[in-house]
């Protein structure tokens, strides 16, 4: 099978709602009348991104998720997407579980592969994700990074720190029951992108992004953009490892030997989440739930958004945390 063979088979669909699709020199692509583009790219590669163990139809799944997360933050509708390829070779069943796995969490969202490029050498998975936000005046109804206000509540969706804990197992820093592992492993492996979550918070979110690099750092890529501080409470924070809930407590059904401090790490420094961490005002507060609601996504208040720089933690008690978790960084 040829380069052209392998496009043919496994990325080409008649188009939908691109005018142009797989195939020819470029796509063609209209935006909705009065809504500009959201564009986004995120690159995979073997062994930093991803184990190489894992399963090719959760990889698809995963390689557009983590761009789909990015239209979420940004509250913008998916459209479309590119996907560049490298592949060390052709192995068939490896592509039709990889195409089966993307192609099932786009037609989810609505979202096109409408072009790409694919590529002999070691494999590499990058996804450009285009989708629109209607504009009011001129400004698009996109959600920035800069719009945080003191006093606004902080929120995150969902749960946190599970595919750290993933990652860890694979690591052999720490050892989990079975069930317990295949919840925190499919977190890693089969994250879910906020899009609804993200389209009901427009309008009333001050600010948001998504969680790639874990709680702290992206709150303090959404603390720079907005010049504020905050205070966040790190056990509600913790409580929503979905793991820790299911192995600490009255109520654990597992018996797991992992220090507080640990779990702590996971859910404010762990990475890959995939989750929207936002600010709102606290008259929103019922929209918020309205929202959350709506998009039958969970979200908890975490915290505060504060006039003064910085970040301040606090315990269940009200007591100071210190802050040494930090987020990950591919250069540091
Ligand atoms: P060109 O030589 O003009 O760059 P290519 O030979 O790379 O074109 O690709 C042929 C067509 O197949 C183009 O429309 C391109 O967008 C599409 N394509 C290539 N690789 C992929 C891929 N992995 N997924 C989807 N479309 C792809
Ligand atoms: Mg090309």
Redesign the pocket.
């Known amino acids: 099978m040829g ?2 063979e392998l ?1 043919e088979r496994y ?2 669909r008649a188009p939908q709602r691109a005018v142009l ?7 063609l692509l209209q935006p909705s009348p009065g809504h500009q583009l959201a564009i986004s790219s995120d690159m995979l590669l073997e062994g930093r991104h991803f184990l190489s163990s894992v399963d090719p139809l959760r990889l698809g799944h995963k390689a557009l998720a983590v761009n789909l997360s990015d239209l979420a933050a940004c509250a913008a509708k998916p459209l479309a997407f ?4 490298a592949l060390p070779w052709i192995d068939p069943p490896w592509l039709e579980a990889f195409s089966r796995g993307l192609f099932a969490l786009a037609d989810e969202h609505g979202c096109e ?6 590529t002999r050498g070691p494999l590499n998975i990058c996804i450009t994700v285009f989708g629109e936000v209607p504009t009011l005046a001129g400004r698009a109804q996109a959600l920035p990074r800069s719009g945080a206000r003191a006093g606004d509540d902080l929120y995150v969706s969902g749960t946190l720190g599970d595919a750290r804990l993933a990652l860890e197992v694979f690591r052999g820093t720490v050892s989990l029951p079975a069930p317990v592992f295949e919840l925190a492993r499919r977190r890693m492996e089969q994250p879910t992108p906020r899009v609804a979550l993200g389209l009901a918070l427009r309008g009333v979110a001050s600010a948001a992004i998504d969680i790639s690099d874990g709680l702290l750092g992206d709150l303090g890529h959404i603390l720079r953009a907005s010049r504020v501080g905050a205070t966040l409470d790190v056990d509600i924070a913790t409580d929503l490892v979905a793991s820790y809930a299911l192995c600490t407590g009255r109520t654990a059904e597992f018996d797991v030997d992992i220090e507080v401090g640990r779990w702590r790490q996971f859910a404010l420094a762990g990475g890959d989440d995939y989750e929207l961490l936002f600010t709102a005002a606290p008259t929103q507060r019922e929209a918020v739930a309205a929202a959350s609601h709506a998009a039958h996504t969970p979200v908890t208040r975490i915290g505060q958004i504060n006039a003064e720089a910085g970040l301040r933690l606090l315990d269940a008690r009200g007591q100071p945390v210190r802050n040494d978790y930090t987020g990950f960084d591919h250069f540091a």
């Open positions: 380069e052209f496009i990325f080409k699709g797989v195939g020819d020199d470029c796509a590119t996907l560049a390829l592969l409408i072009g790409g490029d694919t």
